[in-house]
């Protein structure tokens, strides 16, 4: 079985930083594309940023010059560096990996449980 689980969320004040992670563990043969969503109260979740295999990234506008997408291939984890944050910046943030538990296998899409980040003063 194939999990991902996300780490260092928490509560932090508007303008400070925070550093997610995500590592994915199980059988595991290669990982694709990862990302990272957030969901924020009353809100419908929304893409974050995506990283390739490859290192090519993608941002939505609202997080773009704020906050970084990474990986550690070797490590099978997803990192999401935040800075200057906002209260919008306010969600339920859950990471996303295309993986192929096998060589022969066909892609699937696996989700992390989310972590809650919390912008306030």
């Known amino acids: 079985q194939v999990q991902l689980v996300e780490s260092g969320g928490g509560l932090v004040q508007p303008g400070g930083s925070l550093r997610l992670s995500c590592a994915a563990s199980?059988?595991?043969?290669?990982?694709?594309?990862m990302g990272w969503y957030r969901q924020a109260p009353g809100k419908e979740r929304e893409l974050v940023a995506t990283?390739?295999?490859?290192?090519?990234?993608n941002y939505a506008d609202s997080v773009k010059g704020r906050f970084t997408i990474s990986r550690d291939n070797a490590k099978n984890t997803v990192y999401l560096q935040m800075n200057s944050l906002k209260p919008e910046d306010t969600a339920v943030y859950s990471c996303?990996?295309?993986?192929?538990?096998?060589?022969?296998?066909?892609?699937?899409?696996?989700w992390g449980k989310g972590i809650l980040v919390t912008v306030s003063s």
């Open positions: 990283i390739t295999s490859g290192g090519d990234t």
């Open positions: 199980g059988s595991i043969f290669r990982i694709n594309n």
């Open positions: 996303n990996a295309d993986l192929l538990r096998s060589w022969n296998d066909k892609i699937s899409n696996y």
